[in-house]
T-cell receptor
Framework: DQQVKQNSPSLSVQEGRISILNCDYT??????FLWYKKYPAEGPTFLIS?????DKNEDGRFTVFLNKSAKHLSLHIVPSQPGDSAVYFC??????????????FGQGTILTVHP | GAVVSQHPSRVICKSGTSVKIECRSL??????MFWYRQFPKQSLMLMAT?????????EQGVEKDKFLINHASLTLSTLTVTSAHPEDSSFYIC????????????FGPGTRLLVL
């Protein structure tokens, strides 16, 4: 049962353009969402997060949008740079209850930014 | 941002031996740490939740007697793979939970384990 899904295994974008990575979730108890960037043989690096009380959070070139009714979130990177090429994981957590801090990860999307 | 270290970064061992991996939060205290495993071209699989001063909580299907977790201080958790077998070869990653508005997990760089 995949509660967090990233349906696009890969995305290719030209340098300077916008990268849009998508993520869907099914568990309505999720109320905190995060995006991580990961290179091979390294741990994930935290990029940006959003609480369910917001619909948008921005940090530099990264913006995360949350559509609770659709159970969908997206990460926008603009402008995209070749150094952004990596695997991007969407993650979700239910901050209340017994699963404190536990994250459920999507399958990841490989982003390639071409010069 | 918060920094988490892991040691060793890579380890090769013989089948039947035990291997200990350390996870440290360097600039913050973490009452909760997590241990993950990642298989090639797959997502991270949560193995267990490590709580300082109490027993770890293991995910379904993870053998607690094989993967021993100790969280003796607010900055250190250890994972010991006991009697390692080749199928235990994997990439092990820890994370530490930084509390606050969103309880963000910060990850270590990972440990590559190869069991011969």
């Amino acid at each position: 049962d995949q509660q967090v899904k990233q349906n696009s295994p890969s995305l290719s974008v030209q340098e300077g353009r916008i990268s849009i990575l998508n993520c869907d979730y099914t568990n309505s108890m999720f109320d905190y969402f995060l995006w991580y960037k990961k290179y091979p043989a390294e741990g994930p690096t935290f990029l940006i997060s959003i609480s369910s009380i917001k619909d948008k959070n921005e940090d530099g070139r990264f913006t995360v949008f949350l559509n609770k009714s659709a159970k969908h979130l997206s990460l926008h990177i603009v402008p995209s740079q070749p150094g952004d090429s990596a695997v991007y994981f969407c993650a979700a957590s239910a901050t209340g209850g017994t699963s404190y801090g536990k994250l459920t990860f999507g399958q990841g999307t490989i982003l390639t930014v071409h010069p | 941002g918060a920094v988490v270290s892991q040691h060793p970064s890579r380890v090769i061992c013989k089948s039947g031996t035990s291997v200990k991996i350390e996870c440290r939060s360097l600039d913050f205290q973490a009452t909760t740490m997590f241990w993950y495993r990642q298989f090639p071209k797959q997502s991270l699989m949560l193995m267990a939740t490590s709580n300082e001063g109490s027993k770890a909580t293991y995910e379904q299907g993870v053998e607690k007697d094989k993967f021993l977790i100790n969280h003796a201080s607010l900055t250190l958790s250890t994972l010991t793979v006991t009697s390692a077998h080749p199928e235990d070869s994997s990439f092990y990653i820890c994370s530490a939970l930084l509390g606050g508005e969103g309880e963000t997990q910060y990850f270590g760089p990972g440990t590559r384990l190869l069991v011969l």
